[in-house]
């Protein structure tokens, strides 16, 4: 069993058991303290709080997605940086690099997807309109060249049939694939670039956040009593 604590102030702090068996994680166990004595946990259910766990899981998404792109640009600095679509025959930093960037798409158009286990998803109404463009050329990469490559050309390949230079050579004739692939697209100096979205789209979530947890302690905690909720909470085991 692993153990993590985090200070998160006021006199609270916040401890995860991380459950392992010979190398796996089979769980996670969390505890809150306050002045260093256990508090009640009770965990929530219901619609809200479903609700709430889905913007919690996309909030990490953002997350995750800002952490890859500050990896990104200090793997490939802006100063380095052109426009358009960046391909480059440094293959052992760029190959991490769209790694990286292609991992991006998904987790951002997996904020706007329908996804199991998760009732939530973002809408693109949500975005201010200076993002909104930004966010269309996003998810047109991710759809072409994270997913399913459609009609825009960010991958192609040239199956080419190559032959001696002379006909009189006594040599076979070749097959050659010229492949050609983005590693990671990058946006005009005056446009919207993808770490603004999403940290835009970070800001409306950690919102809605809010707006869900109030709405949880306003409408089903408030209403029910300190009694009510101090009962429920012998009920459980820790």
């Not at 990671?184 to 770490?195: A, G, K």
């Not at 089903?220 to 909720?229: A, C, I, L, N, Q």
Request: glycine share 6%.
């Amino acid at each position: 069993m692993k153990r993590r604590e985090k200070d998160v102030g006021g006199g609270w702090k916040i401890q995860e058991f991380l459950l392992t068996k010979e190398g796996s994680r089979i769980g996670r166990h969390t505890r809150y303290l306050y002045k260093d004595k256990l508090a009640k946990r009770i965990p929530l259910t219901g619609k809200l709080a479903e609700n709430l766990a889905g913007y919690a899981l996309i909030e990490k998404d953002l997350r995750s997605i800002l952490i890859w792109l500050a990896e990104i640009d200090k793997m490939y600095p802006k100063v380095e940086q052109g426009k358009d679509s960046a391909i480059s025959p440094d293959r052992e930093r760029f190959d991490v690099i769209k790694g990286l960037f292609i991992a991006s798409l998904i987790f951002y158009g997996k904020c706007f997807s329908s996804c199991e286990g998760r009732r939530t998803k973002l809408d693109r109404k949500l975005l201010n309109r200076e993002y909104r463009d930004t966010h269309n050329e996003i998810i047109i990469m991710r759809h072409n060249l994270a997913a399913h490559s459609g009609a825009d050309k960010f991958e192609d390949v040239v199956i080419s049939l190559v032959l001696p230079p002379k006909k009189k050579q006594n040599l076979s004739p070749n097959i050659f694939r010229e492949l050609s692939q983005a590693d990671l697209v990058i946006s005009d100096e005056d446009e919207v670039s993808f770490e603004e979205l999403v940290k835009h789209v970070q800001k409306k979530v950690l919102d809605k956040i809010k707006v869900v947890e109030d709405k949880i302690l306003n409408e089903e905690v408030m209403t029910k009593g300190k009694d009510y909720w101090y009962r429920q909470a012998k009920k459980i085991k820790e």
